[in-house]
């Protein structure tokens, strides 16, 4: 099924209105900006795999312990302004789009 013409049109505009956002434009210069070095840009994504992994695998009960593990095994990594200044913006820029999202989904009463 295609989306409507107006829905898509809509979208679009949602598009270049993140873009536009100053957390967008900052997520974007420090990902072009980690990711000159591919080593470095793997790296950092390890340790994005394992906070996502954290948050969306660990049960409730078990996620205090687990996030000390975790602040533990990479406290060093994230005192590098690059590695803290990229994951400070993509914190930033998610913000926005779960409210976004929570925006969405609750306007449509789903």
Not at 25 to 36: A, C, H, L, N, V
Not at 89 to 109: K, P, V, Y
Request: charged share 25%; net charge negative; proline share 4%.
């Amino acid at each position: 099924m295609r989306m409507n013409n107006n829905i898509e049109a809509d979208v679009d505009h949602l598009i270049s209105s993140i873009c536009s956002t100053p957390e967008y434009q900052d997520y974007m210069k420090w990902k072009s900006e980690i990711s000159g070095d591919p080593a470095f840009f793997s790296r950092v994504n390890n340790i994005r795999e394992d906070y996502f992994r954290l948050y969306t695998s660990t049960p409730d009960e078990e996620l205090s312990d687990a996030a000390l593990e975790f602040t533990d095994r990479y406290e060093e990594d994230c005192q590098e302004p690059m590695i803290y200044g990229f994951l400070q913006s993509e914190a930033a820029f998610c913000a926005i789009m779960r409210q976004a999202m929570d925006r969405l989904m609750t306007g449509l009463n789903f």
